[in-house]
Structure formats: C-alpha cells, structure tokens
C-alpha cells in the first residue's frame, strides 16, 4: 500500500500543489472506474451476458469508451500529464515518499496503480467479486494493492 506524508502549504508551496493535484487525479481515475464498471454492468444486465457474479468480474476495468485511459493513463493520462505540469521541477522521492523514486514516469505509474487498486478494491468489496486486485493495479502478484 502506497502512503504518502502530506506536504503543508506553509513550507511548501509547490510540493503541496503537487501533491493535491495528483490527489484529484487519483480520485478522478478511482471515480472514472466506477462509473464504467457501472455502464458495463448496466449493459451487461440488459442484453443477458451478465447473469452469474463471474460474469459480473469481467467488468472490472472495461474501457469502451476512452475514458479511463484519458484520465487514469501514467503517461497519456490526466495523471501522465498533471505530474509533468505540476511536479516535473520537485523532487519527487520527497513529494511522493510512497511511491520512493525521482523518476517522473515511474511515481506517475505508482499513483495510477495505486488508483487503480482503491478502485478495484471499492468494487471487489461492494459487489462481492472476489477479484484479485493485486494483479488488476499492475498485472503482478506482488503485494502491491492490499
């Protein structure tokens, strides 16, 4: 699981603004896979191929319209392009103490798999799905979304 200490305005201005920039981010991503799991549910139901909760699982990530990728991607994203935009002058190892790295790419990565976990997770406990999040937030089994 991904912490991150959070930045006080009062000492630092443009660590903090990087900081809520990319909280938003997150957010918006977590939001965006909600919605269209919803979307794909809704249709699912309505044309018959959702009828078992398995079936129900396969929702989890669909991106038929775009959306997800236009805010949650690390590079083409609205996060691959907050984090460019509000963070590229900071360091990001201090910033984002979490994700542990200097690179852009790489923290950028950490908070959209972080996202990506906490979205997986909302769902996979509401709906009872029993998916695997931890392979959903960066396709490996390695502890990362718990």
Do not use: P, W, Y
């Not at 201005?13 to 957010?27: F, H, I, N, P, S």
């Not at 990001?92 to 790295?101: I, P, R």
């Not at 996979?124 to 490996?140: N, P, S, W």
Request: proline content about 0%; glycine content about 10%.
């Amino acid at each position: 699981m991904h912490r991150i200490a959070t930045i006080l305005r009062s000492l630092d201005r443009d660590g903090a603004r990087c900081q809520q920039t990319m909280a938003k981010d997150a957010l918006r991503c977590i939001d965006v896979v909600l919605k269209e799991f919803g979307r794909c549910e809704k249709r699912g139901l309505a044309d018959g191929t959702i009828n078992r909760r398995s079936s129900l699982d396969a929702c989890l990530g669909v991106d038929t319209s775009g959306k997800i990728a236009k805010t949650c991607d690390a590079v083409t994203g609205k996060i691959g392009k907050d984090i460019v935009k509000r963070c590229s002058t900071l360091d990001l190892a201090t910033v984002f103490s979490g994700c542990a790295s200097a690179d852009l790419g790489q923290t950028s990565a950490c908070i959209a798999d972080a996202a990506a976990c906490r979205g997986c997770l909302l769902l996979d406990e509401g709906k009872a799905l029993g998916h695997d999040c931890d392979l959903f937030d960066d396709g490996v089994a390695n502890g990362s979304c718990l």
